[in-house]
């Protein structure tokens, strides 16, 4: 990683500049007159200008003036009658054209005189270089070829007329030179930086024709200015105008403020410091005005609104072919809401991986590349809590250098608990540029919905009225929340923001908080009985079980309480209030049943598992609990009977290993959007509703129901279910009702109960998209696969489990099941033939198949022995 860093460096900065110009000239031809001049106007103009008024002078150039030209910016080398009779000036000459290979500006001045004349050495320059001749022998040839390298060079020609006019030309010259040589500082350790400036700047291409923009976007204090900047730096030279914007976000407020940066772009771009316009849409116009013909370079750093990139570029449809302009924001989607009317590229800044981020802070806290051995285990500390961001390693090991060890322990445990204000506050920047929605949204994930599903999130929150779908994406796109298989992430810093925010609201009240995340602050609230209005959501999680001893109206006072989340929470006296109010409820192992005034219509997500509540006192027959998605019971071995309630928007209703739950009521066989219903291990379970029409079913889980007789009837209109999971194994049903057809188009994954004389004349039906068919322990005596294994009524099957059946024989048919990948026949001790299988089958059990015929072994052994471990005989 040094060399890393190296590189980043060489790539910004050559050597020390200490002078902007250096003056290099024949006293005798123009010190009196035509330098003096330039000299003064240069001056006037701010450049720091190097002329040699106190060196003394002698046939050998000193080093303390080499010195000087190389720590100069710019040479003008003023080119007069006789400059070629001074071997100083010759000897400067050669060293300046040494300092240009190494990046210097240099602007030959040809001050009545020809260039060809300095070029080809001609007339009074040719003439004193062989005057030269003899006692300057080895140097001459040297001479001339600077001289020839000189007066090649685009310079400035001076030939009569009026000299202000002339020196006013030169100015404008270095004016330009110097608006677009000067180079950006970028950082002090740019870890990094390098190889993802080199990604941004395969997206400008500077190379291509069309007028470009990229976006640079990513988290705050992730590092894309430095990136801008870099690239910057690297490609500047390559347009004729240039100009980095830095803090347009900050420095556009009002419009004072944006007429500020109009000003600035007109100033670095068309050289005019005197240019001013009265208001916003009139420097819109200039700017459009004066660069529509120049080939420029714009970086508008930490943008957060496509507005401002409008008042400083119009519509940017002025912006002439191979024309550049580079955006950093935070908002990924800002380029996205312009319109298209140019190329545009977009780049997400990574974080820093482990090695370069332990390089990092390093650097910062060590001023080297790794850190001293005694301070590791101290390090991975500091390394965890800034999580990669670049912003956070630079803070934090600033902060560090130089502390001792019980310093260094005692400032991160206080990060634990507050976060560093610096990195706090420019994290914030992409909070309070939130509306309130949004604020509001982002604050609920901080702090009770971290790693949850997208979707049981928004269901939450859109009950509260703030309109997830649209303010989610807006947090996404801001670089505040990321989404990676459905779940909702933070950035570590970013949640411990979100939740310094909310302790803000009131440092030492607790109960004037919106949000109690912390277990010590909501506990504290709980058992003073402290609680307030104020207060929207409580999450109680102790590190390990703990007796709580809640007074019983400990949520009395919380009239506006929507999320309460408490487990590992043991109470000893029931409690007598719930607010009704609540949209999330999750408190599994909760030992009494719900208050008996408590009215869950608010009610979207039920989480109870393993507790002692009976539901039919809150949950009441024929009410309706219309905002209700999803209910977890699994577990609760007080529920008997399932209550007819009405539920239009349930999607899910786990009833797990209720061991004494024997009734479900008809009213839940009617529910419209149920998608998963699992009654899995209810062993005492009856009575099913004796009709479905669950219209989006796709999983049915009715697994060692022992006592279930009988399968419901099915509604028509369950026709439409596609990709259902049913599994009936362990029920003791053994007839499906005929109306079953209007579901066997529709199932994916179908799971038969293993009980003697099952009745599978069902499975004459076309079954469209069944892929998995498990009969495993099937004990129906002589099972003749012949009459429904077909083709036609299976045709995507690819999973079929015979596992300990009674099968005799496996007919030819199966031969046409092209989809076929797995077949189980373990156990299958009845078994005598085997037909050639399909091709597709990948996966083959056919162990303690003791009856197997000899001719099917060495069939099997002839088609599938190749593969190893996929025959089991």
Not at 171 to 184: H, M, P, V, Y
Not at 415 to 428: A, D, G, M, S, T
Not at 491 to 517: A, F, T, W, Y
């Amino acid at each position: 990683m040094a060399n890393l860093t190296n590189e980043v460096n060489s790539s910004f900065c050559t050597c020390k500049r200490e002078y902007d110009i250096f003056l290099s000239f024949r006293g005798e031809d123009t010190r009196n007159k035509f330098v003096s001049h330039l000299y003064e106007a240069l001056c006037n103009k701010g450049f720091y200008t190097f002329i040699d008024y106190n060196l003394q002078r002698g046939e050998i150039v000193s080093e303390q003036l080499f010195k000087t030209i190389e720590m100069s910016k710019i040479s003008i080398v003023v080119l007069s009658e006789n400059y070629a009779s001074s071997t100083w000036c010759l000897n400067e000459l050669d060293h300046i054209l040494k300092c240009k290979k190494d990046g210097q500006f240099v602007l030959p001045v040809f001050y009545e005189v020809e260039p060809s004349e300095v070029r080809k050495q001609e007339q009074k320059f040719g003439d004193n270089l062989s005057k030269h001749e003899e006692k300057f022998k080895d140097k001459v040839q040297g001479w001339k070829a600077a001289l020839t390298e000189v007066g090649n060079l685009s310079g400035c020609h001076y030939d009569g007329g009026l000299e202000a006019k002339f020196i006013q030309e030169i100015i404008e010259k270095i004016s330009e030179f110097k608006i677009k040589g000067t180079l950006l500082f970028v950082t002090k350790y740019p870890v990094g930086v390098n190889s993802r400036a080199k990604e941004v700047e395969s997206l400008i291409d500077i190379k291509s024709d069309d007028v470009r923009m990229v976006e640079i976007h990513g988290l705050g204090g992730i590092g894309k200015t430095t990136i801008a900047k870099v690239v910057y730096n690297k490609i500047v030279d390559n347009f004729e105008r240039s100009c980095f914007l830095e803090n347009v976000r900050e420095n556009s407020r009002t419009d004072d403020d944006i007429i500020k940066l109009q000003e600035k772009i007109i100033s670095k771009i068309l050289q005019n410091q005197h240019l001013k316009v009265n208001n916003v849409s009139k420097g819109i116009n200039v700017i459009k005005e004066r660069l529509h013909s120049k080939r420029v370079l714009l970086v508008l750093d930490d943008v957060n609104e496509s507005k401002q990139i409008e008042n400083l570029l119009g519509k940017h449809d002025w912006l002439v072919s191979k024309s550049r302009v580079i955006i950093t924001t935070r908002d990924e989607r800002l380029l996205t809401t312009l319109g298209k009317v140019c190329t545009t590229k977009f780049y997400k800044v990574k974080e820093l991986d482990n090695h370069e981020a332990l390089e990092l802070f390093s650097q910062y806290a060590f001023h080297k590349v790794e850190p001293d051995e005694e301070y590791s285990e101290l390090t991975i500390q500091a390394l965890y809590y800034a999580r990669s961001l670049p912003l956070a390693l630079r803070v934090i090991g600033s902060h560090l250098c130089g502390k001792t060890k019980p310093e260094w322990e005692d400032t991160l445990r206080q990060y634990e608990k507050y976060p560093n204000r610096e990195i706090y506050q420019i994290l914030r920047v992409s909070y309070d540029g939130l509306e309130e929605n949004e604020k509001n949204i982002f604050l609920d994930i901080s702090c009770f919905f971290r790693e949850k599903n997208k979707d049981f999130v928004e269901n939450i929150l859109d009950k509260c009225n703030l309109y997830p779908k649209s303010g989610i994406p807006i947090l996404i796109h801001k670089s505040l929340i990321t989404i990676n298989y459905d779940k909702l992430l933070l950035h570590d810093l970013i949640q411990q923001m979100g939740m310094e925010i909310v302790r803000e609201e009131s440092p030492n009240i607790l109960r004037k908080r919106s949000r109690l995340c912390n277990y010590e602050d909501a506990i504290k609230v709980l058992l003073e009985n402290k609680g307030s209005e104020k207060i929207r959501g409580i999450m109680l999680y102790p590190p390990t079980p703990e007796q709580v001893p809640l007074h019983p109206e400990a949520f009395k006072m919380m009239e506006n309480l929507i999320f309460l989340m408490v487990y590992n929470v043991e109470i000893s006296e029931e409690l007598t209030y719930f607010p009704s109010g609540l949209r999330l409820l999750e408190w599994p192992n909760y030992p009494f049943d719900f208050p008996s005034n408590f009215c869950p219509q608010q009610l979207v997500d039920l989480k109870m598992w393993k507790s002692c509540i009976t539901l039919e006192r809150t949950f009441k027959q024929g009410y309706l609990y219309e905002n209700i998605k999803s209910i977890n019971l699994a577990l609760c071995q007080f529920i008997r009977k399932f209550p007819g309630f009405r539920a239009p928007n349930l999607e899910r209703l786990d009833l797990s290993y209720c061991g004494n739950l024997t009734e479900i009521h008809d009213n839940i066989g009617l529910l419209d959007k149920l998608k998963y219903w699992s009654l899995d291990d209810c062993k005492k379970l009856k009575i099913l509703p004796s009709k479905l029409n669950l219209k989006s079913l796709e999983w049915l889980n009715l697994r060692s129901c022992k006592r279930l007789k009988k399968f419901p009837q099915i509604h028509p209109e369950m026709k439409c279910v596609k990709n259902l999971y049913v599994h009936l194994g362990g029920t003791c049903i053994r007839k499906f009702p005929s109306s079953l057809r209007y579901l066997a188009s529709g199932f994916k994954v179908l799971t038969l109960p293993a009980v003697q004389n099952l009745d599978l004349s069902f499975l004459l039906y076309r079954f469209k998209s069944l892929t998995s068919l498990d009969l495993k322990h099937f004990n129906r005596n002589m099972l003749d696969l012949n009459i429904w294994l077909k083709p036609d009524y299976f045709p995507v099957l690819e999973y079929l489990d015979l596992s300990n059946s009674n099968v005799v024989t496996i007919p030819e048919s199966i031969t046409k099941f092209t989809r076929l990948q797995t077949l189980l026949l373990r156990d299958c001790e009845q078994l005598q033939e085997i037909p050639r299988l399909p091709q597709s089958i990948v996966k083959l059990d056919a162990r303690n198949c003791r009856s197997l015929d000899l001719q099917s072994y060495w069939r099997l052994l002839d088609q599938f022995g190749q593969f190893l471990g996929i025959l089991a005989l």
